[in-house]
T-cell receptor
Framework: DVKVTQSSRYLVKRTGEKVFLECVQD?????MFWYRQDPGLGLRLIYF???????EKGDIPEGYSVSREKKERFSLILESASTSQTSMYLC?????????????FGDGTRLSIL | QKEVEQDPGPLSVPEGAIVSLNCTYS??????FMWYRQYSRKGPELLMY????GNKEDGRFTAQVDKSSKYISLFIRDSQPSDSATYLC????????????FGTGTKLQVIP
């Protein structure tokens, strides 16, 4: 079974702090993704990575950056946290094959910015 | 207008009922269709993954795709209280990496 592990289930930070969310997958997947999930808005793509050291902006990249130094690890960084970034953050990964393989998700990090 | 529309519910059914969950979409390029189940305070878990039109069955779950109507369904037979969760539909075009578009989810409650 695919295992996507997010380092924290719950996190509370203060406005202006630099926040790091970590994600690790154990299936040697090339592609990794960060989403945020908000009631009524569904899942919105923040950033994704095709492979190591590669990154692409998603639909809502403002205020975020990412890092992918190793294939199994994808980090989301909130440069200067704001209350509008309070949300559920979901990491996903997938195998890059000839067909569009489905994404597999971690259990999420519920982030509160005070 | 959203590319993918999904009724948010909540949908309440008695245990043992047949449940029908649906999504409509507007992008005719979508070729791959997925259903995810998300329990409270957990991440989405892949339930069904289908390509193009037709039916796919897995135990009590059946996924149905009607591309001519741009309509997909997930049927749950003999529903159980453990099926209570939010169900997300998702879809993507074919060819290389393509962005996945998710519905906002339908909350299902199965009452014992």
């Amino acid at each position: 079974d695919v295992k996507v592990t997010q380092s924290s289930r719950y996190l509370v930070k203060r406005t202006g702090e630099k926040v790091f969310l970590e994600c690790v997958q154990d299936m040697d997947h090339e592609n990794m993704f960060w989403y945020r999930q908000d009631p009524g808005l569904g899942l919105r793509l923040i950033y994704f990575s095709y492979d190591v050291k590669m990154k692409e902006k998603g639909d809502i990249p403002e205020g975020y950056s990412v890092s992918r130094e190793k294939k199994e690890r994808f980090s989301l960084i909130l440069e200067s946290a704001s209350t509008s970034q309070t949300s559920m953050y979901l990491c996903a990964s997938r195998f890059r094959g000839p067909s569009n393989q489905p994404q597999h998700f971690g259990d999420g990090t519920r982030l509160s910015i005070l | 207008q959203k590319e993918v529309e999904q009724d948010p519910g909540p949908l309440s059914v008695p245990e043992g009922a047949i449940v029908s969950l649906n999504c409509t979409y507007s992008n005719s390029a979508f070729q791959y269709f997925m259903w995810y189940r998300q329990y409270s305070r957990k991440g989405p878990e892949l339930l069904m993954y289908t390509y193009s039109s037709g039916n796919k069955e897995d135990g009590r779950f059946t996924a149905q795709v009607d591309k001519s109507s741009k309509y997909i369904s997930l049927f749950i037979r003999d529903s159980q209280p453990s099926d209570s969760a939010t169900y997300l539909c998702a879809m993507t075009p074919s060819g290389g990496y393509q962005k996945v578009t998710f519905g906002t989810g339908t909350k299902l409650q199965v009452i014992p």
